[in-house]
């Protein structure tokens, strides 16, 4: 079924607003009024069905039960094999953490002792000298008492 307009079925005076319209309810609105009116169609021979007592109606609502929760458990399920793959990495990673963590510790505790012997070292001429001035004043303040 070809549901494009050909040149020929144009007017020839159409514009691209109307030959939009045209096509929007040929190619949409059309199939959607006849799929709800195909199912509101369904849902009234359902309920006509359940009153009168039906056999196959409670056959039909197990058997769309099962499709609706279907899906819903197979998502679960992968979400529960996820959250088992976590548990099961976290556990194994606990075990090693402590001792990774005493090395993180121990490098960390040797990089101290290097930056502070390093800042030792480089203030030590500042030490020095303020040193020597403190004892030129306090030298010049005996003399000159």
Known sequence: MNDKLSV?????????????????RVQVWLPLAI??????????????SAVQGN????TWGNVSAIIVILPVLLVLFI???????????MA???????????R???LFERLSLAVRRAS???????????NLSSRVQ????????
């Open 104 to 106: 993180l510790q121990l």
């Open 138 to 145: 306090a030298f010049w303040k005996r003399v000159t008492r």
């Open 55 to 58: 056999p196959q109606v409670e």
């Open 8 to 24: 020929a079925e144009l007017p020839i005076n159409a514009s691209p607003v109307a030959v939009h319209h045209r096509q929007m």
């Open 79 to 89: 979400f529960l094999a996820i959250t088992g793959a976590m548990v099961y990495g």
């Open 35 to 48: 799929s709800i009116i195909i199912i509101l169609v369904l849902m009234i021979l359902t309920v006509i």
């Open 92 to 102: 194994k990673l606990l075990k090693r953490v402590p001792d990774w963590m005493l």
């Open 120 to 130: 030792d070292t480089a203030t030590k001429p500042v030490f020095a000298a303020n």
